[in-house]
């Protein structure tokens, strides 16, 4: 069994791999019995007189790995993870690896819950690739998809890889500011509107839903490019009359003409009544 007086020291040295060795396998009493005793390291570390990051930044990985094998909760393990890393800053070595190995040794049912948990920490403003891939590779291991949080949707266009169902990141993909100046240079107005496994009719609604709802210029722009790429046809437009009249009186000219033209267009198809025609001169 391996006490806290063998365990010490290998985290101190900055050794994740041996702490992996070292909690292989242990019961849920052993540990347990490791819990506060790394709680109290890590808390003296971090708060100590003594402390710079010189000191505790070659600490952090071995640290990480220790709360996943061996805090009790998939809140506790994800603020843990969070506040601690996932790579070493001197030599760029990760750790997903061994925090993945030392999770499955646990056999606990609450891996679908951290991952989740993960998956909400991701920033939706920047790429953190490690946090991304340990929400990845866990999801594969649990066969069960996170969430389509604000992060994975940013990482989805930042990166074109998919961490959850295509269907539902698509369906947020309008309410995460900030994807929008993505957009074009990703080539994903072309990619998204020809995906048969999107819905037409959402992809439409959200776009109208995403102008409508304003923001900057650059945000607004990726989306008017998607809703070109989608080329609503007369019946879409006259299903979505009220969405677009709504856009008419638009601040940003680019949105308003856009609603007018498609109006006039279906209208001049015979797709839409008297009433609307006249609103939208």
């Not at 959200?206 to 019946?235: E, V």
Request: net charge neutral; glycine share 8%; hydrophobic share 45%.
């Amino acid at each position: 069994m391996t006490d806290w007086t063998v365990l010490h020291p290998i985290i101190d040295g900055g050794d994740p791999d041996n702490v992996t060795r070292l909690v292989r396998g242990l019961d849920p009493a052993a540990r347990k019995a490791l819990t506060e005793p790394l709680r109290a390291y890590e808390k003296t570390l971090r708060t100590g007189t003594f402390v710079s990051k010189r000191f505790w930044t070659p600490r952090l990985c071995a640290l990480t790995v220790a709360g996943a094998a061996l805090l009790p909760s998939a809140s506790s393990v994800a603020v843990w993870i969070a506040r601690n890393g996932l790579q070493e800053d001197e030599t760029g070595t990760d750790v997903i690896d061994l925090v993945v190995e030392v999770l499955q040794d646990r056999r606990v049912g609450w891996l679908p819950d951290l991952v989740d948990r993960l998956a909400l920490r991701l920033p939706a403003d920047k790429l953190e690739p490690q946090l991304q891939q340990l929400v990845v590779k866990l999801s594969a291991y649990t066969g069960i998809a996170p969430l389509a949080t604000d992060g994975l949707v940013f990482a989805w266009i930042a990166t074109g890889r998919e961490d959850t169902s295509r269907s539902a990141l698509a369906r947020r993909l309008f309410e995460v500011d900030g994807v929008g100046p993505l957009l074009e240079p990703g080539g994903w107005p072309t990619k998204l509107a020809a995906d048969e496994t999107l819905d037409r009719t959402m992809m439409l609604e959200g776009c109208l839903f995403r102008l409508r709802r304003g923001g900057k210029t650059a945000d607004l722009n990726g989306f008017l490019l998607l809703h070109k790429a989608l080329a609503p046809t007369h019946s879409e437009v006259a299903m979505l009359a009220k969405d677009y009249v709504a856009l008419l009186s638009n601040s940003h000219t680019a949105i308003s003409a856009m609603a007018r033209h498609e109006l006039v267009r279906a209208g001049q198809a015979g797709a839409l009544p008297d009433e609307w025609l006249k609103i939208s001169r």
